[in-house]
């Protein structure tokens, strides 16, 4: 059975498409992909941060001070340290 992809796949015929709208298809998957990491960005620091910091039942739709502040120290650390990545990455590209 073909998967959804290659039936895609051999639906389209890119040879067909004009070089700016490969350009544009190109630039659009760049994007889908960049959201893509963002987004599983997001649900490891929700996994990390909700296993580390809640450990009680959430009452009145509230996390307890203590969790409150670890979960904000949980994300401030896990920011920091992508920042600290992205900066050397990036000065690892400019001096090559």
Known sequence: MDSPSSSLQQNIDLSKLSENDKH???QFIVNESQKARIQ???HSLTDICWKKCVTGTIRS????KNEETCAQN?????????MTVIR???NMRNQS
């Open 74 to 82: 949980c994300v401030d650390r896990f920011l920091d340290a992508n």
């Open 40 to 42: 599983q960005s997001v």
């Open 61 to 64: 739709g509230k996390l307890d």
């Open 88 to 90: 050397h990455l990036d």
């Open 24 to 26: 544009e298809l190109q």
